[in-house]
């Protein structure tokens, strides 16, 4: 059985063929919201790092830990200011692009196969060693055999369409709303305040239109089962 969380749904029904594209979220979606640093000129970073340690400094502030009964990273050193391969340190607007740049220069520093990675639904961060360069896509159409049943749910309980924040030393409040959701059936539904003294005006409404890009939609929630797939 395979189980996630998704947001929308759309379907192509172009020459007859039903084909199905499925968009979600889960915890996982934090890699892709905060960018990681790791600044070289720090002093505090010119120490030595495994390649473990540096992958649990990326994660956080995400919700992911690493999974349980991982197998272990080779004890490769990592360093900020040495010039050889051994170094790793930057600025990446995600912190999905700083794991990859870490398990590539892992790669190459320990002659392995290509790593792959995922956050499962138990937010556990796991990794696996492939040969391939890259995986096909595999289309599953309704009439595929292999498919049990196909379950599709909506949760609009814990929709956000409201919220306000506040921001600098004055304690300034600013409100914003997703007027799409609203409007789609939904009504109001406030968030809780958020309050941030020490940041911006600019901030303030950047973070709070984060939470509702996140939050004003329903979840979806998708129960596959398949037979020898």
Wanted: glycine fraction near 6%; proline fraction near 1%; charged fraction near 25%.
């Amino acid at each position: 059985m395979i189980k996630g969380s998704i947001e929308r749904v759309s379907r192509d029904d172009t020459d007859n063929n039903r084909i199905y594209e499925i968009y979600g979220r889960d915890i996982g979606r934090m890699l892709i919201k905060q960018p990681f640093k790791y600044d070289c000129t720090k002093t505090e970073n010119n120490v030595n790092k495994t390649a473990l340690e540096m992958l649990q400094l990326i994660l956080v502030d995400t919700g992911i830990t690493i999974g349980r009964g991982q197998t272990q990273l080779q004890k490769v050193t990592l360093n900020s200011s040495e010039n050889n391969l051994n170094r790793f340190c930057g600025s990446w607007e995600a912190k999905r692009d700083a794991i990859n740049a870490l398990f590539s220069q892992y790669v190459k520093i320990t002659g392995i196969n290509k790593l792959r990675w995922f956050v499962d639904l138990g937010g556990y961060f796991r990794w696996f060693e492939t040969k391939s360069d890259r995986f096909d896509y595999n289309y599953i159409f309704k009439e595929d055999d292999r498919i049990i049943s196909f379950q599709v749910t909506e949760d609009a309980t814990n929709i956000i369409n409201r919220i306000t924040g506040y921001y600098g030393e004055n304690n300034t409040s600013i409100t914003k709303n997703d007027t799409n959701s609203q409007n789609a059936g939904y009504g109001i539904c406030v968030g809780q305040d958020i309050s941030e003294p020490d940041m911006t005006q600019t901030q303030m409404d950047a973070r709070l239109q984060m939470e509702l890009d996140q939050k004003s939609s329903p979840i979806y929630t998708a129960t596959v089962k398949m037979l020898g797939f």
